[in-house]
């Protein structure tokens, strides 16, 4: 503790107070009553000795130590206090006594800090995480702590965090601190320093109707580089400047904590893991442009059109570093995307500029990556507000379930391509589909059944590709006057025109309930 630090401790506030030029930064470990002369040598002491010792040392004994003396009032006259030594003097000996005691406790605090900083270590070592350790620094200080990332993301949080620190426990459940608290730690330089700054920082938080809050951060680096901070709040209880000056050491254990993995992925991986979860949220309130600019910090840049991909790992088991590897490599497929590993899979949110969806070319690159696996993926219809991204998630998995029942070989599910097969998927009544079958369409299998012919999956390609009549034809391997006379046959039988949107809709309708009931091969196709 330095002789400046142990003077403003409160126990100090009635004593006189000198120091030598440059004193006020002396080291000192320990406080004692004095005993014996030959012990003063010990200069990193705080001795505490009567006038009169202390008048009966030699000149070269006392020089440079530090003393706090007891001088009554009856014999403080004619005292010319010396200037070569830190010196307090006390007038009252119950305030002498005090001041040794609560100095003497201070000291024993620090020590005991000392050795719980080792325990850190072990902490570490034993690999027991982020916020295991933070709550043991919060234990250490009696006082709530905190861990950021440099995207102001939080890392980890201790548990003894009042109800009277709801502006904490915000952060904490937005996954992030308040943007204005951002803007004001940036512009300060308190996270963001010109040069590298190993000190403590501290800065006051008010809240109102509450007592003013100091936040003593500290930042983590690795190397000259700063990669997050940590934050002991004295919730209106002042931290003594020693106990203080310990920081930057627990900065460094916290240091060697993050920086196991690759600390840039693991601020980036974090922060999207926070966003993500912050949007699944329904009932928080999502300021569009904050969101934006906290993916900025990271270079990623939130378009207007928006989908969510679910990447369903099924039965497929992988170890951690398999699963952390095969997320990294769809983000590098999935353009302009951010994930989250999560409800058995991986998350991504992806935007875009264009509403024009997905190119063959970039769902072959995901079909090369899940290769011979058993994992499925399911992409969301397009969505352009955010409070829509919970709907998107739904989505994405909603459509790999119905994907897998009616096309199982396929390892890629898009909700705009089964979005009717969703609403048959999701009828109140399943025994009952029938219906909402199309009865003209009936007529049309009736027909089938009884001459042996195909108008219905006739039908079933003309709807879907109304445009391209020859791909049509190459498709069914007919000419294109077959083509025609089917469809005239088809008009014929099902006396109506299904050119009509309506009429189309009831069809597409019926297909859909035939493959979720898997009739449509027998129906429609007609296999053998």
Not at 24 to 43: K, R, T, V
Not at 155 to 166: K, M, R, V
Not at 214 to 224: D, S
Request: net charge negative; hydrophobic share 40%; glycine share 4%.
């Amino acid at each position: 503790m330095k002789w400046k630090e142990a003077v403003n401790l409160s126990c100090f506030c009635t004593a006189v107070q000198k120091e030598t030029r440059g004193g006020a930064n002396a080291d000192y470990h320990a406080a004692a009553m004095f005993a014996d002369e030959a012990l003063i040598n010990q200069s990193s002491v705080v001795w505490f000795l009567t006038w009169r010792e202390f008048d009966g040392l030699s000149s070269n004994i006392r020089s440079g130590a530090a003393f706090v003396l007891y001088i009554p009032v009856a014999e403080a006259k004619g005292i010319d206090l010396p200037d070569d030594v830190n010196l307090a003097v006390f007038r009252s000996k119950k305030n002498f006594l005090q001041c040794y005691r609560e100095l003497f406790s201070e000291f024993i605090a620090i020590q005991d800090l000392h050795e719980q900083i080792n325990e850190l270590l072990t902490l570490v070592a034993a690999n027991r995480g982020l916020t295991a350790i933070t709550n043991k620094i919060a234990e250490m200080y009696n006082a709530p702590a905190t861990v950021i990332d440099s995207s102001f993301s939080v890392l980890a949080a201790s548990d003894n965090i009042p109800e009277t620190a709801g502006f904490i426990r915000d952060d904490i459940k937005r996954g992030f601190l308040d943007i204005r608290v951002q803007n004001r730690l940036m512009s300060s330089e308190i996270v963001n320093p010109r040069s590298k700054r190993i000190q403590t920082a501290y800065f006051d938080t008010e809240v109102s109707e509450l007592p003013i809050f100091r936040n003593y951060l500290t930042l983590i680096y690795q190397g000259n580089t700063p990669i997050g901070s940590f934050s002991i709040f004295d919730l209106g209880v002042v931290i003594p400047e020693g106990r203080l000056a310990l920081l930057p050491i627990i900065a460094q254990i916290l240091g060697l904590e993050i920086q196991k993995g690759d600390f840039y992925d693991l601020n980036k991986t974090t922060q999207a893991t926070h966003l993500l979860t912050q949007l699944l949220d329904t009932e928080l309130k999502i300021d569009e442009e904050i969101f934006r600019e906290r993916l900025s910090i990271f270079g990623y840049s939130l378009e207007k059109y928006k989908y969510v991909v679910f990447v369903d790992l099924g039965d497929e088991y992988m170890e951690v570093t398999q699963l952390q590897s095969l997320a990294g490599e769809f983000r590098l497929k999935i353009k302009n995307s951010l994930y989250c590993i999560r409800d058995g899979g991986i998350l991504y949110l992806t935007s875009r500029r264009g509403s024009s969806f997905f190119a063959e070319e970039e769902l072959e690159e995901w079909r090369h990556i899940i290769g011979s696996m058993k994992i499925r993926l399911g992409v969301s219809g397009v969505f352009e507000e955010l409070p829509q991204f919970s709907t998107g998630v739904n989505q994405a998995k909603r459509v790999i379930s119905i994907g897998l029942k009616l096309e199982p070989e396929n390892p890629i599910y898009c909700f705009d391509e089964y979005r009717l097969a969703d609403v048959v998927a999701h009828m109140p009544d399943l025994t009952d589909l029938y219906q909402y079958c199309y009865p003209p369409l009936k007529r049309l299998i009736d027909s089938d059944e009884a001459n042996g012919t195909k108008l219905v999956y006739t039908l079933y390609k003309y709807i879907e590709k109304p445009s391209k009549l020859s791909v049509i034809c190459d498709e069914l391997f007919i000419h294109k006057n077959t083509l025609y006379y089917r469809l005239d046959r088809i008009r014929e039988i099902m006396q109506t025109d299904f050119r009509s949107a309506d009429i189309i809709a009831q069809i597409q309708l019926t297909f859909q309930i035939f493959k979720y009931k898997n009739l449509f091969d027998q129906l429609v196709v007609r296999k053998e």
